[in-house]
């Protein structure tokens, strides 16, 4: 045999000897898969008996909300219906009134050389505004109750199907924290 033979010989008889392997790697899983479907099926087992829950009637409903911060449990007072709490329709709404609380980003806070706390807040278009304490945002009257460096908490007057309108806490948080 020629010199160029013998490698090209070489790479031919690899390549035989690689093809047969996988065609046996590949008989073998065929196999294992035909031996799987004809065993016989194996009974599944019944789902557990579903346990009868007793109802539970929550009694701290007239508490203090857990998840509300301490400063809006004074001014939240209890939910007042239909005789106390009506949005002012004669107030002149304010510029950040005509936004959703989604839609408005906090950005930070300020404080003025005589103490005054004035939150920044986004507007979708990009600009800046500051309120303070007292001031209105968003689409049910929110009014600012308290400002911290990294929330603005506000009460709502929101409508409610049974009593007209109530007070809704509500929060304003900063994406930084």
Known sequence: MSSHKLPMLLVLSVTVLSMTGCT???????QAMTDIRNQPAQPIEPPPKAELVEDFVYSASAQRSPFLPPSL??????????????PDITRVKEPLEQYELSQLVFRGVVVSPEGQRYALIQRP???VASVKVGDYLGLNDGRIVEITPTQINLIEIVPDSRAGFI????SLVSPIS
């Open 73 to 86: 449990v004074n001014v939240e007072g209890p939910t007042t219906s239909i005789d106390g709490v009506r």
């Open 24 to 30: 046996d790697r590949i008989a073998m899983a065929e």
């Open 125 to 127: 278009d990009g600009s």
């Open 167 to 170: 007070e809704k806490p509500q």
